[in-house]
T-cell receptor
Framework: DTAVSQTPKYLVTQMGNDKSIKCEQN?????MYWYKQDSKKFLKIMFS???????INETVPNRFSPKSPDKAHLNLHINSLELGDSAVYFC?????????????FGSGTRLTVV | SQQGEEDPQALSIQEGENATMNCSYK?????LQWYRQNSGRGLVHLIL?????REKHSGRLRVTLDTSKKSSSLLITASRAADTASYFC???????????FGTGTRLLVSP
């Protein structure tokens, strides 16, 4: 199926651990994003890559590091996890950079830090 | 910030009724988009309306845009229980580089 797929779907980990979330899209899109959705359903953009190049880097702690090995993949590594990192993380993609396209979202990774 | 605000925060209706959600934003936009999020799922793109358009339709969805009032509305006609979800508007940021999502409207459609 054509889609944006994220793994894992659920992630429960202890404070201080390091974890990664992977995202892949087979839509042929050039641009990929990471969004964070908090417990109040507020969605905030974290990063965006266009053809493997970082184009949006919001005010996010340095513990969060994205990596795009190719334009179909965008991973998110989080060091030294904190309780406040608990949220749902969504990967998304669009045909190109900017806002002239609808975004296709993955189903999310629910991260719980205990 | 440009974050849109949806109104109402929550809406409860019966199947067959129409549901109207509103979105207000602060600065000029290139376009505005509406998304649906079912519980525990990702967002699904519904409609994109450009700043030079006033109305757009897609199936049972009708979106209007009033740039003079900096507001948009999403109308779902003849609602179904399957329309139960959260609905978000999303607008450009000032540089038109990223989508900024609103606070969302939770719609509950009862059979």
């Amino acid at each position: 199926d054509t889609a944006v797929s994220q793994t894992p779907k659920y992630l429960v980990t202890q404070m201080g651990n390091d974890k990664s979330i992977k995202c892949e899209q087979n839509l042929g899109h050039d641009t990929m994003y990471w969004y964070k959705q908090d417990s109040k359903k507020f969605l905030k953009i974290m990063f965006s890559y266009n053809n493997k190049e970082l184009i949006i880097n919001e005010t996010v702690p340095n513990r969060f590091s994205p990596k795009s090995p190719d334009k179909a993949h965008l991973n998110l590594h989080i060091n030294s996890l904190e309780l406040g990192d608990s949220a749902v993380y969504f990967c998304a993609s669009s045909p190109g950079a900017g806002t002239n396209y609808g975004y296709t979202f993955g189903s999310g990774t629910r991260l719980t830090v205990v | 910030s440009q974050q849109g605000e949806e109104d109402p925060q929550a809406l409860s209706i019966q199947e067959g009724e129409n549901a109207t959600m509103n979105c207000s934003y602060k600065t000029s936009i290139n376009n505005l988009q509406w998304y649906r999020q079912n519980s525990g799922r990702g967002l699904v793109h519904l409609i994109l309306i450009r700043s030079n358009e006033r109305e757009k339709h897609s199936g049972r969805l009708r979106v209007t845009l009033d740039t003079s009032k900096k507001s948009s509305s999403l109308l779902i006609t003849a609602s179904r229980a399957a329309d139960t979800a959260s609905y978000f508007c999303a607008t450009d940021d000032t540089g038109f580089q990223k989508l900024v999502f609103g606070t969302g409207t939770r719609l509950l459609v009862s059979p």
